[in-house]
Structure formats: structure tokens, C-alpha cells
């Protein structure tokens, strides 16, 4: 079963489109939360993650960070494990 996957962006941000990206590739759905157009929501993403920068994503309402902390998680090779995703391999 996946993993449900929230992630606090805006739109242009680099680091969010990066992490968009990962989780596409890995074939994630993913419930995106714009908070460039709320004070309330990025207030909301603080609260939750207890950061004032974007992406910050959270797997089964564990915050995991940001790109550069999904990225690692990725290159240690526990991201799809967290995800509940398994390799064929």
C-alpha cells in the first residue's frame, strides 16, 4: 500500500519543482499545498514542520523535510520504503 504524501510548495520554487519531479518519477500521487497564496497556509506548514522554507513534505504525517532530505533519503535508498514502494530488484 502507498504511502500518503502531503507537500507544502509554491509554485516556481526550485527545490519544490525538483521534488515534484522525484515523487513523479517514482510514480507517487502526492496532495500538493500551495502556500504562496496564504498567510494561513504557510503558517499551517510552520506549525507542522517546524520550518519556514519549501517543499516540505510529509509521508504518513511524518514530516520528512525538504528536496535535499527526500533526495538523500533517496540515494541511501530508504525514500521507497517510506513511500511503500519495493524494488523488483
Same mark, same amino acid.
Request: aromatic share 8%; proline share 2%.
Given at each position: !500500500?502507498?504511502?500518503?504524501?502531503? !507537500?507544502?510548495?509554491? @509554485? ?5 519543482? @525538483?521534488?515534484? @519531479? ?28 517546524? @520550518? ?38
Amino acid at each position: !500500500m502507498s504511502a500518503k504524501v502531503i !507537500m507544502y510548495s509554491t @509554485r516556481f520554487c526550485p527545490y519544490c519543482m @525538483r521534488a515534484r @519531479r522525484l515523487l513523479k518519477n517514482k510514480g507517487v500521487e502526492f496532495e500538493e499545498i500551495r502556500v504562496g497564496t496564504g498567510n494561513e497556509l504557510w503558517q499551517k506548514m510552520e506549525e507542522l514542520s517546524g @520550518r519556514n522554507t519549501v517543499p516540505q513534505i510529509f509521508i504518513n504525517d511524518e514530516s520528512v523535510g525538504g528536496y535535499d532530505d527526500i533526495a538523500a533519503l533517496n540515494q541511501i535508498g530508504e525514500l521507497d520504503s517510506k513511500l511503500g514502494l519495493y524494488s523488483t530488484q
